[in-house]
């Protein structure tokens, strides 16, 4: 296998937050001891609920924000906040929201090379152009597409606009933050195809982060589920998907809607609302909403265990 575009490894950020002016500090830990290995060509998934932890573990990767502790590497070199000038092109993001994401001022053609305008100073405005023309064919984007503004498009059409906007630094990570949550459904399989077919073309590697488990069947290679900040499932595709080990994952799991409408489903129906990310419980993060909880489950937490498919859980499936 070809080497990893990015790794983390204990990846965490904790935020320091206070309910009152006067009150204690405490802390959230959005984000703890995440590991992963990204490669070429290969798209890593994670899921989770709202509030586990996906869009910070977003803002690390992309740089926008650096980790409390842990490291990650892009291509092969530690991404310390000295060198995020230097690797910010490495690593682009496209957002959930193709109607906030672009700027209504401007036409296509200038959103497209702003990137360039501003990583590549030495670049001529004729070759930003050509760029971007050729980008605009690469999304599936028509040549009369340049001088239109963003208003006049689809909210696909806009999507495919911040996909080509992201490419036009020649990444090799792209993280893909819900990229197709807002479309409607009919249009959702027409940019996750894109996606696909850009992947093969240009040997992209994603961070696909997204709560829908219908949508990353589609799309992943290897899948982290998170909860509460924590990895707690991680496996190929067809490992999670065939055989979750975490209740939570499998709970997960069983609320998906199936290809076959008519099959059984025996849907595991979870209690209880997520923890407070600022209660740093001792044990397994998921024992309060769990039906297998034992003792052991409150007082110790269970580390990823297992070869190739791991769980976080003292008594996995
Ligand atoms: N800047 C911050 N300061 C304090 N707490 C934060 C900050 N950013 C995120 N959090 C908290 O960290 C936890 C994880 O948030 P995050 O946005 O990463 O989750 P998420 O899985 O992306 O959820 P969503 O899908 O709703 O965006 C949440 O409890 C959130 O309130």
């Not at 989770?48 to 740089?63: D, I, N, P, W, Y």
């Not at 696909?156 to 949550?181: F, K, T, W, Y």
């Not at 479309?183 to 093969?200: G, K, P, R, T």
């Not at 997520?274 to 034992?294: E, I, M, N, V, Y």
Request: net charge neutral; with cysteine; hydrophobic share 40%.
């Amino acid at each position: 296998m070809t080497a990893p575009v990015a790794v983390a490894s204990g990846l965490t950020r904790h935020y320091s937050v206070k309910e009152g002016l006067f009150s204690k500090p405490q802390t959230v830990r959005a984000l703890s001891d995440l590991d992963f290995t990204l490669h070429p060509g290969k798209t890593l998934a994670v899921v989770g609920e709202s509030g586990c932890g996906k869009s910070t573990l977003a803002r690390l990767v992309t740089m926008i924000e650096p980790p409390t502790s842990g490291a990650l590497e892009l291509g092969g070199k530690p991404a310390t906040p000295d060198r995020w000038a230097d690797l910010r092109g490495a690593v682009q993001i496209v957002f959930q929201d193709p109607y906030g994401s672009l700027n209504p001022r401007q036409r296509i053609g200038q959103i497209l090379s702003e990137p360039l305008k501003i990583n590549r100073p030495d670049m001529k405005a004729a070759d930003r152009e050509a760029r971007a023309r050729e980008m605009l064919e690469l999304v599936g984007l028509r040549p009369e597409h340049y001088d239109r503004y963003p208003h006049m498009f689809s909210g696909g059409q806009r999507q495919r606009i911040a996909i080509g906007r992201a490419l036009m630094m020649n990444p090799a990570v792209l993280v893909l933050d819900e990229p197709v949550s807002a479309l409607d459904v009919s249009i959702q399989s027409a940019i996750l195809n894109l996606l696909l077919d850009l992947q093969e073309k240009l040997d992209l590697a994603y961070l696909f982060i997204s709560h829908d488990l219908s949508v990353v069947r589609h799309i992943a290679d290897d899948i982290i589920v998170m909860y509460l900040g924590r990895a707690i499932e991680t496996g190929t595709k067809a490992q999670v998907f065939a055989h979750p080990m975490h209740p939570y994952a499998k709970a997960l799991l069983s609320a998906t809607p199936q290809a076959d409408p008519g099959g059984k489903r025996n849907r595991i129906k979870l209690e209880g609302e997520l923890p407070s990310p600022l209660a740093d419980l001792p044990g397994c993060p998921f024992a309060p909403r769990c039906w297998k909880t034992q003792d052991k489950c409150r007082t110790d937490r269970p580390p990823l265990m297992g070869d190739t498919h791991r769980a976080a859980c003292w008594f996995p499936e």
